[in-house]
């Protein structure tokens, strides 16, 4: 399945990230891989897995991904630096 692009604020720094995502719902997790991007610089590929705990988490898989991926471009803005190394290209 497939996140069209969309933006994201981060809560402290105010700057606004862009992603694109896809996911694929398995049989005991979430999967999802996102192209994040802020101000036309493009950082690369956040990705990550979500586990199903219920029917009802696949019933809400686009916006389980929607907010890891909210949650990893915080983490990502906080650390910059030091989590630059974890994003792949």
């Known amino acids: 399945m497939h996140i069209d692009a969309t ?3 981060h809560g402290k720094s105010a700057k606004v990230y862009n992603y694109e995502a896809d996911f694929d719902i398995g ?3 979430i999967t ?5 991007s802020q101000g036309g610089m493009e950082f ?6 979500i586990p199903l705990t219920s029917p009802a988490v696949a019933a809400l898989a686009e916006q389980g991904v929607r907010d890891e991926i909210m949650r990893r471009i915080d983490t990502f803005d906080d650390h910059r630096d030091a989590m630059a190394g974890q994003m792949k290209p």
């Open 32 to 36: 999802w891989r996102a192209i994040v």
């Open 7 to 9: 933006t994201h604020e």
């Open 27 to 29: 049989d005991d997790a």
């Open 44 to 49: 690369g590929t956040f990705t990550g897995s």
